[in-house]
């Protein structure tokens, strides 16, 4: 029998550069072992990417992606990074949409779909982020937003492609706020993706993160939840024996049933 993995991301967001990348990685890997069906993703900044994939080269149970990429190969995009140029550096995933990107630099839907579509084409595996605002939940729009961010990533991608795409959860209201989702929230709207995925019929095989907020406290009712496959996780990622910390707590609460899984990482 084939499952979903069970996926712990840690998104670091603008912290960590090599040096102290490595020295996290050899701490990190003498606090946890390697389990069958779980994965272990690190989200580092770009400049770190190459330092830290080295370092976690001896474990096949990680994956290191890329925080955010430019969708043309090469061109005249000052700043910008490009997909072959992390991947040269060891990137097998970026994340495409995360709400920082969306609010604080302006990324808009169309971008979130052209990113994902070019990231698959070139091998990569894109981690998903939707997620509704404040102002979008308290005036009941949270369904319509989540609909509308996933619509144009459905239309640009293939029903094939969707065997490699991870998708995450992220409320914007609990990302680095402390205050996170009630499992029955988290619960409530996974069902939702899960469903828009089954109406496109896209559905069964993409594994769905929640992030905002999740720390050691409350990962283990989070993710007691089945409609829970992992998490995406910001400031409880940053020190090595919370991270652990975090997946240890995780994983007790998420029983799986053994054997492989479907996801086709980059
Ligand atoms: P947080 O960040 O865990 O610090 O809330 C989550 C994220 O932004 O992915």
């Known amino acids: 029998m084939t499952t979903r993995p069970l996926i712990f991301a840690a998104n670091w967001k603008m912290n960590h550069g090599p040096a102290e990348a490595r020295a996290f990685a050899e701490k990190f890997l003498s606090l946890t ?22 370092a976690l080269q001896s474990r096949s149970d990680t994956l290191v992606g890329a925080q955010n990429i430019h969708w043309e190969p090469k061109g005249a ?24 990107r969306r609010q ?6 169309e971008q979130v779909a052209r990113k994902t579509r070019n990231a698959l084409a070139a091998g990569v595996t894109p981690l998903v982020c939707v997620g509704e605002t404040l102002t979008e939940r308290e005036s009941g729009r949270t369904e319509q937003v989540i ?14 492609d969707w065997g490699r795409v991870v998708l995450a959860y992220e409320p914007v209201w609990a990302i680095g706020t402390g205050k996170n989702a009630t499992p029955d929230d988290a619960a409530q709207i ?50 090595p024996d919370k991270w652990a910390e975090v997946i240890d707590k995780g994983s007790r609460a998420k029983v799986r049933p053994s054997g492989g899984y479907d996801l086709v990482e980059g």
């Open 104 to 109: 604080l630099f302006g990324e808009t839907d």
């Open 33 to 54: 072992a390697s389990v069958e069906g779980r994965r272990l993703w690190f989200f580092p900044p770009a400049i770190s990417l190459a330092a830290l994939s080295q």
């Open 147 to 160: 609909v509308r961010q996933m619509g144009t990533v459905i239309q640009a991608l293939a029903a094939a």
């Open 190 to 239: 996974h069902e939702l993706i899960r469903m828009e995925l089954t109406r496109h019929g896209v559905s069964a095989r993409v594994p769905i993160l929640y992030g905002g907020s999740v720390n050691g406290g409350n990962v283990a009712s989070l993710l007691s939840r089945p409609q829970l496959d992992g998490v995406l996780v910001g400031g409880a990622s940053l020190e």
């Open 77 to 100: 995009f000052t700043g910008e990074i490009s997909i072959p140029m992390v991947t040269e550096v060891g990137a097998r995933a970026v994340l495409a949409g995360h709400s920082e």
